[in-house]
């Protein structure tokens, strides 16, 4: 189990065919090795369509903080989605 004081991550990915996908983690490196791996680890979504590269992140305080997040980008339009994106690029 994490630490309380470990912080999370809230990423957006670019999938194939152009969808996205938001997610949370503690290591993003990790997580992305998941979803792109052949098997059960990476979310059902990504399996249909795997990822082609990631968008943006973003850290938060904790796990409460990065599921809030992830429910708010999740209700924003595609348009919203990609300014959110802009705004916490990867570097």
Not at 2 to 17: F, I, N, S
Not at 75 to 89: D, E, G, I, P, V
Request: aromatic letters at 6%; a positive charge.
């Amino acid at each position: 189990m994490p630490d309380p004081q470990t912080p999370y991550y809230v990423y957006l990915l670019e999938c194939r065919g152009g969808r996205l996908y938001a997610g949370i983690t503690t290591d993003v490196t990790r997580r992305l090795r998941e979803h792109g791996a052949a098997g059960r680890r990476g979310a059902r979504f990504t399996r249909a369509h795997p990822p082609a590269r990631l968008l943006a992140t973003q850290a938060v305080a904790g796990r409460s903080e990065a599921l809030k997040l992830e429910a708010e980008l999740k209700r924003l339009s595609r348009s919203a989605k990609l300014q959110w994106a802009a705004n916490h690029a990867v570097a």
